[in-house]
């Protein structure tokens, strides 16, 4: 007869969460943790991130700070973690006297196992006196970073705030730190570690491929309301509509509303309560439909999320893969739709640039401000790479992975994958586009477009895509600061002294 051997951890897994067995990843993190060494963990949007640092903090019934970007994440994350009868709780600016008297008297008394913080309550002197009291205290089992990927300005949701986290290392000594991220490119993963600090990590990187989500993206018509009653008409279980604006979230969910849709909307821009009750709304209903801005959702954790539907050009493949990634996450099928419009880009890029120039503070020193305009620019290339994706004619997930740094093969399920788009030889075209710029480089793609257009007929549209196909194809280059201006390459140069057909699908 043989007898197994019993597996605490597997066993602690079952107890606390109810799950049978660990998902690829999560098991090898967790036994880092618990032996001391830092790990940078890079698991796909519902792989169970969070269940890396909950589990050691339960297994060593310590304590577990979690450093973590949004209030509304922090409080999702701890009523489910109370739901399951740990003790969790959250500390930001807008805890009331009685709760903080609490908090602090459950952390006395050596009942809680996780404190959630956002990354600004580190420089208050209160909060740091907490932490040294509960380090000497010898309570603290490790510090997780979630959303680790906001604190390289090479990112896709850069959070200046997260950049004083180099502190950990020096306020926390001796304690092992994770850092979490659903999506992080070799570049991305480099930044976490130099500046967290990390000190030979486990890095731990698994597949961003979710093979029962199903990609679409289309051009958005001038009224793109019957697609998206169409699209949540055939969606299962809950629906998340992210729209770029907090006006646009506000406007959406009145027309849907006014087409019989139960739509809610979520911003930032709402008071507290009126947030607290989406959220409650979106976590209880049957199959609810919410309309948001793009922070909503980040460890909010819906499993039944049937549809994700952008109604504009995502700002990058990664924040891409993290926002549709929040559909199917319990493994059943799900969709994730895009409507965009070519001037989608154009009018984000100019958006961010002018938040940039806004963003008030003190003057940027020479250095500061060359590391500022080197991260617009490579905003500007993401939204290029997002566009790229969004009007290419090959698989949508094979793109999306390969702009974070993972090669797979076609998907099969894409719209791309299923209906190919015919294709047809561009190359009169092209050398009339490029021999335009041979005579006056430094021109903007509208202006080009335009004159295009008036002196050898078709659409202006026509001409712009064909311009931007060439960014992509990399015969020309393109500005980095927004404007759109267009230059030969040496590439596009060969190609008017020996041209070449050139075949895509418009």
Known sequence: MVVLEADPLLESLQHHFGWEAFRPGQREVVEAL??????????????????????????????????????????????????????????????????????????????????????????????????DDLLDAGRVVAVAVDEAHCISAWGHDFRPDYRRLGQLRRLCPGVPLVALSATAPPRVRADIIRLLELRRPLVQVRSARRPNLTYGMALRPADPLPQVLEAVADARGAVLIYARTRRSVEQWARRLAAAGVEAIAYHAGMDPHSRQLALEHFMQHAAPVLVATVAFGMGVDRPDVGLVLHLDLPAS?????????????????????VLFDPLDRVSLGWAIRSAAQQGGGAPLDLRSRDAEEQRLAHIQRQLRRMEAVAEGEGCREQALLLAVGELVPPCGRCDRCLCAAPRRDWSEQVSLLLAALEERSGRDLRRLAEDLSAAHGSEEERWAWLARRLVHEELLSESDDGAQRLWLRSSGRHYLRQPWPLRWAA
């Open 34 to 131: 618990l032996a001391g060494r830092d790990c940078l963990a890079v698991l796909p949007t519902g792989a169970g991130k969070s269940l890396c640092y909950q589990l050691p903090a339960l297994v060593r019934q310590g304590l577990v700070l979690v450093i973590s970007p949004l209030v509304a994440l922090m409080q999702d994350q701890v009523e489910q973690l109370r739901r399951r009868g740990i003790a969790a709780a959250c500390l930001h600016a807008g805890l009331e006297g009685g709760e903080r008297r609490r908090l602090l008297r459950m952390l006395q008394d050596q009942q809680l196992r996780l404190l959630y913080l956002a990354p600004e309550r580190l420089q208050g002197e209160a909060t740091r006196q907490l932490l």
């Open 317 to 337: 493949p990664e924040g891409y893969l993290q926002e549709s990634g929040r559909a199917g996450r319990d493994g059943l099928p799900a969709r994730c739709q």
